[in-house]
Every structure is written in structure tokens, then in C-alpha cells.
């Protein structure tokens, strides 16, 4: 644990030295929860039941934050290190496959989970200012299950995702268009709920979060298989 905080201060310290990546990663969850409040905003004055209505399309953008804003870091935290010329001394550590992994996904992983909870929590207090109160249902538990356990499946499904593609490839632009496919888990539920008309199914939110558990750990393990330490070592340019 004590080479893993290491590490996580070690690319914690990186990152916020790269304000294209820093700002990046800011301006999407304040971008986003903007929208959703303004979407919140026009229900004032309008019946409870066309408030809960957008309320609970607003809330799914917070479906889609915790998948975002993880790619553009995790996908820094190993091709733009190759391009820095940084990852090599890393890899020259004693820290195993494992940690180094585990170590790089937390620190894309855990500041997403803040942003998004923390731009949630504000949403919630300004939707209460503006409509008077949140409407009757529309915080239910599956839509509490979705922000606060399916989101961090989520995230960790982007970032494993990114990993493996950035460890793979030394192009920045490439490993970005390809991480894209990341988000793909977190549509499903839109366009679930967009079909059926509903605000969230705790049957839905219950299967994609069992599957996503199963996906996480294969590719956890893929990405360590298909990392090759040796291989960025000795051949990468």
C-alpha cells in the first residue's frame, strides 16, 4: 500500500503539471451538470409530474460523467508518458504489473468519483432552489444504486479500457478515438430508459452492474497480460 500511494502522488503530481489534461477533466463535469441544470430550470413553474420528468432526464448525464472524465487521464497515464519519456523509469521499479495498473486506474478513477458526486450534490441543491424541492420519487434507490455503485463500475470500465488501448499503441490521437468505445456501457441505460419512458429500473441497474463486475475483473487481468513491461522497455520509440 505504501508503493502504491507512492505511485498515486507520483501521477497525481504529473498530471495537474498538464493543464490541458487538468482543464479538461474540470470543464466536462461543470459543463455537463450547466446543462443539467438548465434543463432543471425550464420546469419552473410547470406541473410536479413535467418536473420529475426532467429532473430525471437531467440526472442521466451523471450516468455518462463518471465515464468521460476518467479517459482523458487514464489515457495520458501511459501514451502520453511514453511521449514524455517518463513511463520507461517506472517501469524500471520494483513495482509489479499489478500495482502499477491498479495504481494508474485509481488515479483516474477516484478524482472522476469526486467530480461527479460533487457536481451531483450541487445539481441536487440548486434543482431544489429553483423547483421548490426535489419532486416526489425521483430520488429513488435505483437511481441512488446507479449514481453511487453503478458510476464506479462505470469509471473503472473506461479507465481498463483506455489502458489497454493506450499501453498498445504509441499514437495519442489513435488511443483517444479508440477509448471512445468506453462510454458505449453507459449509453445502454439511456437509451433504455428513453425506449420504456422511465426514470431507472433496479432490475437494469442491478444486471449492468453484475456484468460490468465480470468485465472489470477479465480485463483487469487482459491488461496486465497485455501490458509487456519488457516490450515498452526495450523496443518502445
Known amino acids: 500500500m505504501g508503493r502504491l500511494r507512492v505511485l498515486m502522488m507520483k501521477e497525481w503530481e504529473e498530471l495537474s503539471k498538464i493543464k490541458m489534461v487538468l482543464y479538461g477533466a474540470l470543464f466536462l463535469p461543470l459543463f455537463m451538470g450547466g446543462l443539467a441544470g438548465f434543463m432543471v430550470w425550464q420546469g419552473q413553474g410547470l406541473p410536479p409530474e413535467a418536473q420529475a420528468t426532467l ?6 448525464y451523471f450516468l455518462v460523467l463518471p465515464v468521460m472524465i476518467p479517459v482523458t487521464l487514464a489515457v495520458y497515464s501511459i501514451v502520453g508518458e511514453k511521449e514524455q519519456g517518463t513511463l520507461e523509469p517506472l517501469l524500471a521499479t520494483p513495482l509489479t504489473d499489478w500495482e502499477i495498473f491498479v495504481g494508474k486506474a485509481l488515479v483516474a478513477v477516484l478524482p472522476s468519483l ?3 458526486w460533487g457536481v451531483f450534490s450541487l445539481f441536487l441543491a440548486a434543482a431544489h432552489v429553483m423547483l421548490g424541492g426535489i419532486p416526489t420519487g425521483v430520488l429513488s434507490i435505483p437511481w ?11 469509471a473503472v470500465f473506461a479507465v481498463l479500457v483506455s489502458m489497454i488501448v493506450s499501453s ?8 483517444y478515438q479508440f477509448s471512445s468505445l468506453a462510454v458505449v456501457p453507459s449509453l445502454i441505460p439511456l437509451i ?7 426514470a431507472v429500473n433496479l432490475l ?3 444486471l449492468e452492474g453484475g ?5 472489470n475483473t477479465l480485463l483487469l487481468y487482459l491488461a496486465v497480460q497485455l501490458f509487456r513491461r519488457e516490450e515498452i522497455l526495450t523496443r518502445w520509440k
Open 144 to 154: 441512488l444504486l446507479s449514481i453511487f455503485i453503478l458510476s464506479p463500475l462505470l
Open 211 to 215: 456484468i460490468l463486475v465480470v468485465l
Open 204 to 206: 437494469l441497474v442491478i
Open 114 to 116: 469526486a467530480l461527479t
Open 168 to 175: 498498445r499503441t504509441s499514437d495519442p490521437r489513435a488511443a
Open 192 to 198: 433504455v430508459y428513453s425506449i420504456q419512458m422511465v
Open 55 to 60: 429532473l430525471n432526464t437531467a440526472l442521466m
